[in-house]
């Protein structure tokens, strides 16, 4: 009887998760980094052999940190709103190339369009680790004094970027 | 009128199933005759009525009958007739009225193919299954009724999905839904048993034959669904991990440990836990698998529309389905004793090491597809598990299933010993080793990875060869060897086809992305693609730019390959269509990106593959599943359970 309870007992926590799963709201979740510097940086620019990219270079623009990567299936939903969103708002948006192969990265660019100002990689995950990414897709929004300003966990919705994101933008680079 | 009539037609089921699914299951334990003989017709009764359901569905998307809510959702009038039809489950209500056809399919299946079972067993097995059916004729009817009218007529339907308009939309989910829902068979059958406290060699024979069946039906589906994704999305992937990938796997690889446990029972009167607990996990993780992709829990290239609603409802029927069945096997744990003993080295330890290994892929898996959630809910943030982890993984465990799968079909029932096994095996060992390792020099680069992949797939080859031969030339009568003997031959060559198809694409696929005017070639894999013009193609409802390649080898154009870039008018989002040439050892594939602003000419971003055997991985499956229906149509299936087959009898089959 009693070992036949164990299957039971998995059983039971498994629901748990997922019902604490359906309940769930996958955004909102606060980053120690809000109003921190954004960490230190120098990586190689993809697709651009020998150029380099520093945290250095940012400074004195409001721009967003976006982390991607070509295996992410998350990624590829929230994409297609950045490519539209480049479009009609003047963001720099600099690409955070995930624990990625370059040619895998490139190809993925090419197939689903490049909103970035620059893109950057991060092969051995040394930047996603400072910047205290956990899963991808995450965004940071970074002032001109390279503040960490907003934090976006997991794909930005059309809502995010329309309600939390554009307001932010404004406030920071009047 | 007709939509009414389907939706009363539901109505009318729910009430069926619900009193003859509880007085046959009362029936078949109490022992009235006059409540056992209401199963049989109960079942057929309710396919009539949720046949009779779907066709007035399908009905509706022909017709063109825009006041149905689904109907407008799913379906355009400029749509061709036959994806019209498929449009009905191109959608939640629709592809649950086929998760509900095809479980009622089952059940008729059931009714008209148990004559060799006692009526109170098939009594308990359609009792249980017609309760299932209440669960999910109440989730339709109370949550996702694809019968909703809308006051306001539109015009026209939003269309299906560009992405589904394709012959494989047709054939794919009817064939894995058959497969998920078949699980539901065995389940009913362990149900039926532990309620009954018989586990018995006759109850895992009456059991596999319906393990079996639903086995092929996922394989078919899944195999379908691999190539479909393959030739539609035009990434040129066959397989992604994606989490309603992984919900179908997942049942396929318990499933694949549930008929081979099935065989140690029936054979050997052993496993008698291990055959009841797959079968409830089977199952269970067929429910899961519609849990994730209805509920919207996880992320999924399979984006569909999600309701949180319909996610508390099917949870709670997860948690009455399964947490009711785990505790009656807690309960008849005690009863579950397995009879016999074996030798450490006998097929039986082989068999369950399989199956241990196979079962912790399937947690891996598991795991991997779940891992997201669970941090989610644990407040640890929103992350994506992708092929660097299934990848990792999932190889190193299936290595050893494909070694000891030979070994298993080599060793002798109940004992046997190294050296006997090692004399056997040895030549073949060594001549696998020998090819396997050469064989990547021929190909190409030599890679350890390969090199390992072919001496696995070579191993099982030779052996089941060397195996085949003996029969025919050694046993004096080799007509009399049971269909089922060559029905697992048959399904191990497939594993060890398409391991060569997988291992030699993974080792050896080439692809170019390349921007292209008229005029240009590339070289990729040995082939030249020389692109000779774009034109503007009309469809029934897209246009399509068509590219025309030539397909060069050396100086000899080969053929014209025609991939496509379509615009469907109710959609925004062009859809690619490869042009795929296919040949025994290769598959070359072109897909037509962009066309990009440049200077001048018209230039078009092109995507070239080259992938040596990739055919290889849906023909194993085919031989899989041929392999498998050989097996589930053994006669000995069909002999009266009066007939006392006993395991003697058969001698020379095999698992």
């Known amino acids: 009887m009693k070992k036949g309870l164990i299957p039971l007992g998995i059983f039971v926590v498994l629901l748990i998760f997922l019902a604490i799963g359906l309940t769930r709201d996958p955004h909102e979740i606060p980053s120690p980094l809000i109003g921190k510097p954004a960490p230190e940086f120098t990586a190689p620019v993809l697709g651009k052999p020998g150029e380099t990219l520093s945290k250095k270079d940012m400074l004195g623009q409001v721009w967003l940190l976006n982390t991607w990567a070509s295996w992410c299936v998350a990624c590829r939903q929230e994409h297609p709103l950045l490519v539209e969103f480049v479009k009609t708002n003047p963001l720099v948006i600099v690409g955070l190339d995930y624990k990625d192969k370059e040619a895998d990265g490139l190809r993925w660019l090419a197939r689903y369009g490049n909103p970035y100002t620059h893109t950057i990689v991060d092969s051995d995950a040394r930047i996603g680790i400072d910047f205290g990414v956990y899963g991808v897709p995450e965004s940071f929004l970074i002032d001109k004094a390279g503040i960490i300003r907003y934090k976006q966990i997991g794909p930005f919705t059309e809502e995010a970027l329309r309600d939390k994101l554009v307001p932010l933008i404004k406030e920071l680079q009047s | ?655």
């Open chain 2, 1 to 655: 009128m007709i939509p009414e009539l389907g939706h009363f037609a539901l109505i009318l089921a729910m009430l069926v199933a619900a009193v003859f699914g509880t007085l046959s299951l009362a029936g078949g334990q109490q022992g009235k005759a006059e409540w056992i003989a209401l199963a049989r017709p109960g079942a057929q009764v309710l396919w009539l009525l949720v046949g009779f359901s779907f066709v007035c569905l399908a009905y509706s998307f022909y017709s063109n009958d825009f006041s149905v809510l689904y109907v407008v959702q799913h379906s355009n009038s400029q749509l061709p007739d036959i994806y019209r039809i498929a449009a009905v489950w191109g959608g939640h209500e629709g592809s649950l009225l086929l998760w509900l056809l095809m479980l009622c399919t089952w059940m008729m299946a059931v009714s008209l193919f148990s004559s060799q079972l006692p009526d109170a067993m098939v009594s308990r097995v359609l009792g249980v299954l017609a309760l299932i059916a209440v669960g999910f004729l109440m989730f339709m009817l109370f949550t996702s009724s694809p019968f909703e009218r809308l006051v306001e007529i539109p015009v026209d339907g939003r269309d299906l999905n560009p992405l589904l308009q394709d012959p494989g939309l047709v054939f794919h989910p009817p064939m894995l839904y058959m497969g998920y829902v078949g699980m539901s068979i065995p389940f009913a059958f362990s149900i039926a048993a532990l309620l009954n406290g018989r586990l018995d060699a006759a109850w895992a024979r009456w059991t596999r034959p319906w393990a079996t069946a639903a086995w092929i039906c996922l394989t078919i589906g899944i195999a379908m669904g691999s190539w479909w994704a393959y030739y539609e999305l035009g990434w040129g992937g066959w397989w992604f991990w994606d989490p309603v990938e992984n919900a179908s796997f997942l049942p396929w690889l318990v499933g694949t440990a549930l008929m081979h446990s099935l065989a140690v029972t029936e054979k050997r009167g052993l496993f008698r836990s291990w055959t009841i607990m797959l079968s409830l996990i089977a199952f269970s993780l067929s429910l899961l698998g519609t849990f994730l992709v209805r509920s919207g829990v996880l992320t999924s290239v399979h984006a569909f529309a999600t309701d949180p609603k319909r996610g508390v409802f099917i949870l709670l029927f997860l948690a009455v389905v399964v947490g009711s069945s785990l505790i009656l096997f807690a309960a008849r744990q005690g009863k579950v004793r397995s009879g016999g003993s074996f030798a450490l080295v006998s097929r039986e330890t082989f068999l369950l090491v399989n199956n241990v290994l196979l079962t912790t892929a399937a947690a891996a898996v598991l795991l991997g597809t779940l891992y997201p959630l669970i941090i989610d809910a644990l407040n640890l943030g929103k992350l994506s598990v992708g092929p660097p982890y299934f990848n990792a993984v999932f190889a190193p465990i299936m290595t050893p299933v494909l070694f000891f799968m030979v070994v298993g079909s080599y060793a002798r029932w109940k004992n046997d010993t190294v050296a006997d096994l090692t004399k056997k095996l040895r030549p073949i060992a060594i001549v696998s080793v020998l090819l396997g390792c050469t064989a990547p020099l021929l190909a190409g680069e030599w890679s350890a990875l390969v090199a390992m992949g072919l001496t696995l797939a070579i191993w099982i080859v030779l052996a089941s060869a060397v195996q085949i031969y003996r029969q025919l030339k050694d046993t004096v009568n080799w007509k009399s060897t049971p269909v089922s003997y060559w029905g697992m031959h048959a399904a191990h060559i497939g594993i060890a086809i398409c391991v060569v198809g997988i291992t030699m694409v993974k080792g050896y696929e080439t692809e170019k992305d390349v921007r292209m005017t008229f005029g240009d070639t590339v070289e990729v894999g040995g082939y030249t693609f020389r692109l000779t013009g774009i034109e503007e193609v009309p469809g029934p409802n897209y246009k399509a730019d068509r590219g025309s390649v030539e397909l060069i080898k050396g100086d000899r154009v080969l053929r014209v390959l025609h991939p496509e870039k379509r615009t469907y008018f109710s959609s925004t989002m062009p859809m690619t269509e490869a042009a795929i040439d296919t040949r025994f050892t290769r598959d070359v594939y072109v897909s037509l990106g962009e066309k990009l602003e440049g200077e001048g000419k018209p230039a078009w971003a092109m995507r070239v593959y080259h992938k040596p055997f990739i055919a290889w991985i849906w023909v194993g499956c085919l031989f899989m599943a041929f392999g498998g229906a050989l097996a589930a149509l053994d006669k000995r299936y069909r002999k009266k359970a009066a007939a006392k087959v006993s395991a003697t009898d058969m001698k020379g089959a095999t698992a």
